[in-house]
Every structure is written in structure tokens, then in C-alpha cells.
């Protein structure tokens, strides 16, 4: 079922999306070359306590999880793209590192994700990753009133065709609002023109992510973590996105701490 918020409830939502939008512009601030992705996890851990938040993952087991997922953060390295189950590895100089984090704040959720290099990036890391943000700048250009689903989905399909990647459908935005996860789905390539009318309280999480050379994923072992079939690396950008009668709002925007 597709839920509309009111602006009053939309408001009430900023608080959640600021603070997924500080968590994520600290980690990206404190991750080097050397940092271990369970320190990660823990820093995250912390930040939430400290801001009396709470986290949507740690509890969080869908259908396709072998278990809860037992941490707060997901960390995606290299070739592994979402879904990563932080483990005991300390980052090389090159690792393209994707971070997700989702948490609500006085009963409202925010996600949001970002992919950056630590150390020496090679230049077809950070090609991937600005054209997934790039992605994300259309899919937020396209959410407005008067458009449909499938014009988001299309408008970051057009990205990526047009930087030579595939796309892979299995995973896409979705509908947020007390929970992380509702309706409706927003597939990463789609038909303009098509699918569920926008309308003003719509908000959702739109997230591009591609990986360099496949569209096909497998699952680790720990049953959480999705890697691209042929060992090449993906990178994944996702804001929260309120549809207004005034234009989209950013509620994940990290540009109030000056950062991108
Ligand atoms: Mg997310």
C-alpha cells in the first residue's frame, strides 16, 4: 500500500534524514586506508546511541536473510555492492568502499548511501561512482509531481546507458516512511511514462547502482552480502526523497555540513 504524508508529517521526517546524512558524512570523513569495517560498524553504533536513534538494520530479516542482520551499517567493498555484512578486513589503499545506513529518528526513517575510494583512486572507480551519482541527481530531477514511477526509473537508465553499464532490476528505491521498506518499488530502469502517478507526500528512497562490467549478482556465504558475478566493482548513491507540490526535498541532503 503507497502512503502519502502530509507536509506536517514531511517536516517531522527532516530530523531522520539529517541525521543519516551527518552519520554518513562522518564515516566518509574518518574512513582511511587501514580502517577496519567492524570500527566502522561500531562508530555507527555509537553515533546512533548518542543521537537516541534507531537502527533499522541490526533487527532487520527479510525472507531471502539467513538471519537478523546483526549490524547497524551496511559496508560494500570493492566488487561487493550492497548488502555488505561489515567482517573483520581493514581497507586497502584503492578499495571502493559503498556505505548504506538507515535509521529512524522520532519514529521516521531515512536512508541514504554513498560509494568514495580510499587511498589512490584508479579512474574507472570514480567514472563508476560519478555516474551512479549522476543517476541519482536524474532520479531526484524526475521526482515530481506529474510524473510517474517510470520516469524515475528511466531517467536513471539513461545515465547509465549512456556510461556503457548494464543494469540489474532485482534491487531497487522503495517507498520510505516508518519502516524502511514500502511500496512503492522503484526499479532502475523502466518505461517513462509509465507505472504510479507521483504525488505530493510520495517519499521515497531512490537508489542507482551499477557495477562496471555485469548486471548479475551472487550472495556470499554470510548470506547477506551481493557481489558482482565477475569480480568487477560496484558503486551504489541513494537519498531519501520527499515528492512535493514545490519540487522534490532532499530529506538525506549533505550539503547543510558542506559536503557532498
Ligand atoms: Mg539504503
Redesign the pocket.
Known amino acids: 500500500m503507497i502512503e502519502l504524508r502530509t507536509p506536517a508529517e514531511i517536516e517531522a521526517m527532516r530530523p531522520a534524514g539529517r541525521f543519516v546524512a551527518e552519520v554518513l558524512a562522518t564515516l566518509r570523513d574518518e574512513t582511511k586506508v587501514g580502517t577496519n569495517l567492524l570500527s566502522l560498524d561500531r562508530r555507527a553504533h555509537e553515533l546512533i546511541r548518542r543521537a537516541g536513534a534507531v537502527s533499522c538494520y541490526i533487527d532487520y530479516h527479510p525472507s531471502f536473510g539467513a538471519s537478523p542482520f546483526g549490524k547497524v551499517l551496511?559496508t560494500s567493498i570493492n566488487d561487493a555492492v550492497l548488502h555488505g555484512l561489515p567482517f573483520d578486513y581493514a581497507l586497502r589503499d584503492g578499495d571502493l568502499v559503498s556505505l548504506?545506513?538507515?535509521a529512524s529518528v522520532d519514529g521516521w526513517v531515512a536512508?541514504?548511501?554513498l560509494s568514495f575510494v580510499v587511498g589512490t583512486p584508479r579512474d574507472e572507480d570514480l567514472a563508476l561512482i560519478d555516474t551512479t551519482e549522476r543517476a541519482l541527481d536524474a532520479a531526484i530531477a524526475a521526482a515530481v509531481v506529474g510524473n510517474r514511477i517510470g520516469d524515475i526509473s528511466h531517467s536513471i537508465a539513461q545515465v547509465a546507458h549512456g556510461a556503457g553499464y548494464e543494469i540489474n532490476t532485482d534491487f531497487g528505491g522503495h517507498g520510505v516512511g516508518r519502516v524502511m521498506h514500502g511500496d512503492p518499488h522503484v526499479p532502475n530502469d523502466g518505461k517513462a511514462g509509465r507505472g504510479y502517478p507521483l504525488r505530493a507526500g510520495l517519499v521515497v528512497?531512490l537508489?542507482p547502482w551499477f557495477l562496471a562490467t555485469t548486471d548479475e549478482l551472487v550472495t556470499d556465504p554470510d548470506g547477506w552480502t551481493l557481489r558482482s558475478v565477475d569480480g568487477s566493482r560496484g558503486s551504489h548513491s541513494?537519498h531519501t526523497v520527499a515528492i512535493t507540490d514545490a519540487g522534490p526535498i532532499v530529506l538525506t541532503d549533505r550539503s547543510f555540513l558542506g559536503v557532498d
Open positions: 551496511c548504506d545506513f538507515a536512508d541514504s548511501a528512497a537508489e541513494e
